[in-house]
């Protein structure tokens, strides 16, 4: 009701709503950890397209999985993914290389890269006095200058910059610099007076180009490559102590910080005991992982015995390896982990298909490769599929298919209800969307108005999936159900600040096994 009511006439008053949109979030976010020669250590990196990888994180390098995966990924239609770069920093008592950073003093100046690595090595610090500009201001230009006689080109400048803090225009050279460079970081002695040279004035837009081999970064170094299944990349991944008996934290737990992911995959990783610690970390996040057979494996009879080695619910597993072209070696066929084919396998069908459908078929072909890494006959994948193993196999008309939709607990002797990828998949979907849409509930009265509340908002949710055809039945009575009252929410919950909400679904199972039935028909005898 209005504040005050003095005059006779109509007054117009604007209600809240008691609609809350629930909107469905991603679910093929992808989340890539592994080896690469740059590109940030402390934490995981966002990219959107291939390029953007290949800027980040030197793209593909013939020592690692990672860039060929996340290569992989964005070709069969994925279309994001966060990246966790894995350096050494563990000198084992001197025995091995650790991941340095280049840096490079200039006067007062001193210029680190962004992250460690050779790459810094390549480049140059100039700087200059600008004509026409406020005293005590430079030019900062980042110069790319390799050896082996390639032009020097100025890939970052920095016009206009000063040393002196609080100069009220924002142009002190530490805040500028870490605003707008994706190259390098500065720091400033205290103490002493900038070093600027003064030899070559110039205008902003006319300084000619002159590095000096004096103020080159240097000292960068990748550190020894970290491959899956050694120890050290073990150490890294899951954490540890190092050589001086320092805690070493997961690499796995920077993703603690990502908003959102929905895959995880480690390129060529198929050590059993760390993708078990991989796949419940994956059950905390309501997260899917995919995971790699072990390329060693070159009769399927070594898998009958001990199946994929996982038995969680939120993960699938993949035979064999994909044979594909290497890019960096003249296009000659080389096999490559299955992890990043199928995490862009998934993200195609969730964009054409939607979560529900099995990411699997005649619609999977894979793009960019030659075959796979062994041929598998229909009884030998029959072998394979009752324990829960995906195979990849190629044919005739349809190319290279992804030939399974299992997760790792969907061994028939389980009996699991979450026996497919594309139901877990779903209920991860569902749980994650409404997690996200019921924010607004907290600390709201508890009681049947809040309750019809949700019922409306939620309800609306499942509906719209329903509708999509996300679930079996012919009516949503059949195909959903939402229930929050006086029954899911006793008085004594009511007392304790609880409120329950009941959210069952039919899901979709993947027509796994076709049956046609043909019958003779007998001639018709007139009588």
């Given amino acids: 009701m209005p504040a005050t009511l003095t005059y006779p006439g109509v007054y117009v008053e604007e209600l809240t709503s008691a609609v809350h949109t629930i909107t469905g979030v991603a679910t093929s976010i992808a989340a890539f950890i592994g080896w690469a020669p740059r590109g940030p250590v402390d934490k995981a990196r966002l990219v959107l397209n291939w390029s953007d990888f290949n800027t980040n994180f030197g793209g593909l390098d013939s020592r690692s999985y990672l860039g060929y995966a996340v290569y992989h990924f964005f070709n069969n239609g994925g279309q ?142 990748e550190g020894d490559v970290l491959t899956p299944g050694t120890p050290p990349f073990e150490k890294a991944l899951l954490g540890g102590k190092d050589s001086s008996n320092n805690d070493i934290p997961s690499k796995y737990s920077q993703l603690d910080y990502v908003d959102l992911f929905n895959l995880l995959c480690v390129p060529g990783e198929t050590t059993t005991s760390t993708l078990s610690t991989l796949e419940a970390y994956c059950e905390q996040k309501r997260a899917f992982l995919i995971a790699d057979s072990d390329p060693g494996i070159a009769d399927y009879h070594n898998l009958l015995s001990s199946g994929p080695g996982l038995t969680g619910k939120n993960a699938a597993f993949y035979f064999p390896w994909v044979a594909a072209p290497d890019l960096l070696n003249n296009n000659v066929t080389r096999n490559y982990p299955p992890c990043g084919f199928v995490a862009g396998m998934y993200a195609t069908t969730d964009s054409n298909r939607g979560v529900w459908k099995a990411p699997a078929g005649t619609e999977t072909g894979l793009v960019g490769v030659s075959g796979a890494a062994m041929t598998l006959s229909n009884s030998e994948n029959g072998f394979l599929n009752p324990i829960a193993i995906n195979c990849i196999r190629k044919f005739p008309v349809y190319g290279t298919v992804i030939w399974g939709a299992r997760t790792t607990q969907g061994n028939d002797e389980m009996g699991s209800q979450w026996k497919y990828i594309p139901v877990r998949r779903m209920a991860l979907f569902i749980e994650e969307s409404l997690y996200r849409g019921t924010q607004w509930v907290v600390f709201e009265p508890n009681d049947e108005p809040l309750w019809a509340q949700i019922r409306l908002n939620v309800g609306a949710f499942m509906h719209d999936l329903f509708r999509q055809g996300a679930f079996e039945g012919q009516t949503p009575k059949d195909a959903y159900l939402v229930k929050c009252d006086k029954e899911t929410t006793t008085q004594n919950d009511i007392n304790r600040g609880i409120v329950n909400i009941l959210v069952g679904f039919a899901p979709l199972k993947p027509a796994e096994f076709v049956v046609l039935q043909i019958q003779q028909l007998a001639g018709q005898i007139q009588t």
């Fill in 80 to 221: 994001s993914a966060y990246i966790l770069r894995m350096a050494n920093t563990d000198s084992q008592n001197g025995q091995a290389e650790v991941a340095q950073t280049a840096s490079v003093a200039v006067g007062a100046l001193t210029f680190t890269a962004l992250n460690p690595g050779l790459w810094a090595n390549d480049y140059q610090i100039v700087i200059k006095n600008q004509t026409g500009s406020a005293k005590g201001r430079f030019r900062v230009q980042v110069v790319y200058a390799p050896q082996g006689g390639v032009p020097p080109t100025v890939v970052e400048s920095f016009e206009n910059v000063g040393i002196s803090a609080p100069d009220g225009q924002g142009r002190y050279v530490v805040d500028v610099i870490e605003k707008g460079s994706s190259l390098i970081r500065v720091t400033v002695a205290t103490g002493n007076p900038v070093a600027v040279p003064n030899d070559v004035p110039a205008a902003p837009n006319a300084a000619p180009v002159s590095p000096s081999p004096a103020n080159q970064l240097s000292g960068g170094k």
